[in-house]
């Protein structure tokens, strides 16, 4: 059975840094590709950055020169460094594993920019 643990969010002052981590631990030799999602209160969810399993990798925007994501050597962790963060960025961000068609989600870690 797949499972996703995200860690590394927090509250930091605008223009800081966070790392967020997402750890997969089952099937991970058919992942085809991970992303991280986020959600504003009031707000819809939004792609923040993919990389697929060859390392391609894709960003939102509004993120792009800020945000960059990685995948571990073990290739069951994908992280997603942030840097100069803005108080817009504050929501909570989610993990997604993708196994071809298949799907499945982190409960999500919560990120809090202050200004």
């Known amino acids: 059975q797949v499972q996703l643990v995200e860690s590394g969010g927090g509250l930091v002052q605008a223009g800081g840094s966070l790392s967020l981590s997402c750890a997969v631990s089952?099937?991970?030799?058919?992942?085809?590709?991970m992303d991280w999602y986020r959600q504003a209160p009031g707000k819809q969810r939004e792609l923040v950055a993919s990389i697929t399993s060859g390392g391609n990798t894709n960003y939102a925007d509004s993120v792009k020169g800020r945000f960059t994501i990685s995948r571990g050597n073990a290739k069951n962790t994908a992280y997603l460094q942030m840097n100069s963060l803005k108080p817009e960025d504050t929501a909570v961000y989610y993990c997604?594993?993708?196994?071809?068609?298949?799907?499945?989600r982190g409960q999500g870690t919560q990120v809090t920019v202050s200004s």
């Open positions: 997604n594993v993708h196994f071809g068609r298949i799907v499945h």
């Open positions: 089952g099937s991970i030799l058919s992942i085809t590709a």
